[in-house]
């Protein structure tokens, strides 16, 4: 097993929580609204190894990462892949800094396999290539673009009546892309990794990322996984929000390994 350098800002813990037994009761006292301030770091509350196998035989182990504080109160998670300790020591000596993809949870293709979008390959592809390199994989509670599970499928059935992926959401009476990515940074912000190589073809990742305070130093484009359900949902990513695609460059979904 390698022996991994030295972090050298190591993530920041949650202090125990003490209960004290047998409290006094205190006096009743009115009600006074307190405006509490955001908290703008999170804290790692658990960091636990999980061994990773896909469908195709591909194999590796995470370091999974939860958090206290994140902003959204969302139930996030950061995998540590490959060799994550060294690459954030490299990233600190001024070398090469960690490859990262958030990827925003999506059941339908990540789960069963949908081809109407491309995010279940990308989910594996990233896995394996951060895991060859050292980085991390941001899962992000985001389904759908931020609507959640049962207005997405509403939109599904929008786009089969002609509307594009963006059109349904807005006549739904959502945004085009609700994802927000601060919560993304809080969590790269706790482990340390403040300047980042980000692997996806989203210029909103970058540009939110780093108003939140990560410094992008590359974006590395994804594979492009094509097929005949989704060839229009990709044409209009790259048409209407500029999405970095070669459509021309498509990998078979059955290359991965």
Partial sequence: MT????????????????????ALPLPETPAVPVLAAAPTDALVRTRVRVPLEFADGYATTA?????????????HLLLGLGDWEDALGRAAAGGEAPLVRPHSECLTGDVFGSQRCDCGPQLREAVERIAGTGGFLLYLRQEGRGIGLYAKLDAYALQDAGLDTYAANVALGRGEDERDYRSAAQMLLALGAGRIRLLSNNPDKAAQLESHGVAVAERVPTGVFLSEANVHYLTVKRDHTAHTLDLGQAVSRTSLS
């Fill in 3 to 22: 022996t991994s350098c030295p972090v050298s800002a190591p993530p920041r813990t949650a202090s125990p929580r003490i209960v004290a037994p047998d």
């Fill in 63 to 75: 370091d999974v990462f939860t958090f206290d504080g994140l902003l959204d109160g969302r139930e």
